[in-house]
Nanobody, 124 residues
């Protein structure tokens, strides 16, 4: 089994930057792709960005392209989501998710392993 632990959320002012990380452990050789989703109360989880575990190819949602970057961390089995030019609409709980297949699907139901989430709040 794979375990995912997110970290790095918090409060940031509009226009500011924040980075969140996801540390994978366990049977990481089973990971095909990792992705970040976000969710606000009463809404479905929204795909933000994803990265293939093997070759680090990425996919970023249109809503955050040019502002958010997903990448492998310097520490093995860690991925980072760098978020710039944040606005209040980016306020959400951010979740890391993993799937076995090497496919950067944007559907939350395609991911079988989830972290506990980290809250990002953009407010002045």
């Amino acid at each position: 089994q794979v375990q995912l632990v997110e970290s790095g959320g918090g409060l940031v002012q509009p226009g500011g930057s924040l980075s969140v990380s996801c540390a994978a452990s366990g049977r990481t050789f089973n990971i095909g792709a990792l992705a970040w989703f976000r969710q606000t109360p009463g809404k479905e989880r929204e795909f933000v960005a994803g990265i293939l575990w093997s070759d680090s190819r990425t996919r970023v949602a249109d809503s955050v392209r040019g502002r958010f970057t997903i990448s492998r961390g310097s520490t093995k089995n860690v991925i980072n989501l760098q978020m710039n030019a944040l606005n209040p609409d980016d306020t959400a709980a951010y979740f890391c998710a993993a799937r076995r297949l090497r496919d950067l699907t944007s559907s939350a139901s395609d991911y079988g392993v989830w972290g506990q989430g980290t809250q990002v709040t953009v407010s002045s």
